[in-house]
T-cell receptor, first 118, second 117 residues
Framework: DARVTQTPRHKVTEMGQEVTMRCQPI?????VFWYRQTMMQGLELLAYFRNRAPLDDSGMPKDRFSAEMPDATLATLKIQPSEPRDSAVYFCASGLTGTGRMGNYGYTFGSGTRLTVV | AQSVTQPDIHITVSEGASLELRCNYSYGATPYLFWYVQSPGQGLQLLLK??????LVQGIKGFEAEFKRSQSSFNLRKPSVHWSDAAEYFCAVGVPFTSGGSYIPTFGRGTSLIVHP
């Protein structure tokens, strides 16, 4: 089965350090989402891209978070500087959208990056 | 704005018993509705989806869900639970963002299913 690959799976870092999380969407998928999961807030949408263009990143703290798609095979989420409150599991999901085929597809989630900021 | 409520944080059932997980949504138009399952340490896997048509939707792993517009609900059911069904279950409403059935999922807080032997 095709998979969304996220790296690293786990990351422990000190407060103030830069963190970069990577996502390899499924080949051929044109839409990528970043979600953050915490016990307190559940699953929050941070940003999403279509055809590598950012469509909405209003869910991210702008001063410290940034999301990019350098190419169609890589999406990145960076936090600089990191803070303890950023500790969470970050999920990437990809899918194929805008094809006109209603209801024939869904999104595939990666296994997540568990980030701990100490 | 759209929202999803899953009123039960935890549900405990015995293996072999039937299951119903509740989901209520708030959305101004006809919703796209989904159920996802998350096993420990894993990402979310799509169980089933409703876009239109028949309000009883069949999914993978023997799950089904029924869309009831009058109750703004999309409850998930399974007639006989297996121990391997223990996981976190998320209901989601999809907000369209382009033509062609594209949507953005907004998730509920999840229901943790515990299965007793």
């Amino acid at each position: 089965d095709a998979r969304v690959t996220q790296t690293p799976r786990h990351k422990v870092t000190e407060m103030g350090q830069e963190v970069t999380m990577r996502c390899q969407p499924i080949l051929g998928h044109n839409t990528v989402f970043w979600y953050r999961q915490t016990m307190m807030q559940g699953l929050e949408l941070l940003a999403y891209f279509r055809n590598r263009a950012p469509l909405d990143d209003s869910g991210m703290p702008k001063d410290r978070f940034s999301a990019e798609m350098p190419d169609a095979t890589l999406a990145t989420l960076k936090i600089q500087p990191s803070e303890p409150r950023d500790s969470a599991v970050y999920f990437c999901a990809s899918g194929l959208t805008g094809t006109g085929r209603m209801g024939n597809y869904g999104y595939t989630f990666g296994s997540g990056t568990r980030l701990t900021v100490v | 704005a759209q929202s999803v409520t899953q009123p039960d944080i935890h549900i405990t059932v015995s293996e072999g018993a039937s299951l119903e997980l509740r989901c209520n949504y708030s959305y101004g138009a006809t919703p796209y509705l989904f159920w996802y399952v998350q096993s420990p340490g894993q990402g979310l896997q799509l169980l089933l989806k409703y876009f239109s048509g028949d309000t009883l939707v069949q999914g993978i792993k023997g799950f089904e869900a029924e869309f009831k517009r009058s109750q703004s609900s999309f409850n998930l059911r399974k007639p006989s639970v297996h121990w391997s069904d223990a996981a976190e279950y998320f209901c989601a409403v999809g907000v369209p963002f382009t033509s062609g059935g594209s949507y953005i999922p907004t998730f509920g807080r999840g229901t943790s299913l515990i299965v007793h032997p």
